[in-house]
């Protein structure tokens, strides 16, 4: 019904840039809320940022000052500008959608398959 492709992530040393992706697309009707988690090695998936269809940001204080989530509605994307990166920043990241499918329905969460992001000290 919805899928969602993510792409960007890899390997960078630490104090360096990554920029996610991450594009909606299937039977949408509206996107209320989008956004990444992270999953590290043994940890459980966190909140990073999401942002609203009106522009409501909420960012993990961890990554604030660091992070920036931004969002093109017209073409269902989001993306995660993260500088200053930090090897504490290694992790699969997920990004998500809170999808509408038509007019009427309930909204669900959709997600994406992950990417990993690895920052070397």
């Known amino acids: 019904q919805v899928q969602l492709v993510e792409s960007g992530g890899g390997l960078v040393q630490a104090g360096g840039s990554l920029r996610l992706s991450c594009a909606a697309s299937g039977q949408i009707y509206s996107i209320n809320k989008m956004g990444w988690y992270r999953q590290a090695p043994g940890k459980q998936r966190d909140l990073v940022a999401d942002i609203t269809s009106g522009g409501y940001i909420n960012y993990v204080d961890s990554v604030k000052g660091r992070f920036t989530i931004s969002r093109d509605n017209a073409k269902n994307t989001v993306y995660l500008q993260m500088n200053s990166l930090e090897p504490e920043d290694t992790a699969v990241y997920y990004c998500?959608?809170?999808?509408?499918?038509?007019?009427?329905?309930?909204?669900?969460?959709?997600w994406g398959q992950g990417t990993q992001v690895t920052v070397s000290s």
């Open positions: 998500y959608a809170n999808v509408r499918t038509r007019w009427g329905a309930s909204t669900a969460d959709y």
